[in-house]
Structures are given as C-alpha cells and as structure tokens.
C-alpha cells in the first residue's frame, strides 16, 4: 500500500487549503454519541482565514463567529487564523457578544516584537454564550 499522511503531518498540509479540511472526528462523536447534544462548538487556531477553499467541507455543518477583513487575530493585524466555528441550527446560546481582544495595542503600545515575546503573536479573542437555558444541561 502506499504511504498515507497522518498526524500532524496532515493538520498542517490540511490547514495550507491543500486537502479539504473535514468535519473533526470529535466534533461528530460527541453529536453521535448523544442524539440531545448537538450544540458543539469547535475553536482554535486553524493557521488559515475562515474563506479559505480547505474549508468547504466544515462550512457545510459549521459557520465560523470571526470573518471579514476587520477581524485579525494576529497582531501584525494581517491574518484571521483563531476562530470558533458552531453550528448556528443547534447553538442557539451564542448572545451575539464577542471579541477580538487587541492587548498588543492597549497594553505594549502596538510594540509586535515586545507583545509576541511576553504573550504571543495570536490575540486572545473570546466570545459570550449563555448558560442558563434548559438546553444546557
């Protein structure tokens, strides 16, 4: 047989649009193995913009919270890669607020070299969702 990609090999070719970015496996085993939990969200530093071709395939089931081209979250303010993804059908507990929060600018001054070495190169971006609805048990 031949050689197959895997691990973090495949992540990081996935994440440069060269193959199709799937569904996670987690995400579906946790909506698989509850039929009552499906509001999943999935977040992290995905290495690409969200309108990137490689995502195609997760934007079938998930939309990303972050996109357009005054969301940066890196802070040389050039690239998009953290985001959440969810599935706005089932995650109904998302309140609309969230941030990107540009630390590098209030606290170092837009000083990038001073703000990557004592944080990091990646803004902290967060966002609100509710917990007080009988969906989330």
Partial sequence: GGATLR???RQRVEARGLLPVPVPVELTAVQDADPKEQDVTLLGDFTLPPEDPGFAE???SLIPLYEGPLARTTI???SLYDNIWFDAEYVKEFTG???VDR???VVFGNDDKAASQAV???RPIWA???TDRP???
């Fill in 76 to 78: 040389s303010d050039t």
């Fill in 58 to 60: 997760l934007r079938k």
């Fill in 7 to 9: 691990g973090a090999k």
């Fill in 128 to 130: 609100k969702f509710r």
């Fill in 103 to 105: 630390y590098d600018e």
């Fill in 97 to 99: 607020d969230r941030r």
């Fill in 135 to 137: 969906d989330d048990d």
């Fill in 120 to 122: 990091s190169d990646h």
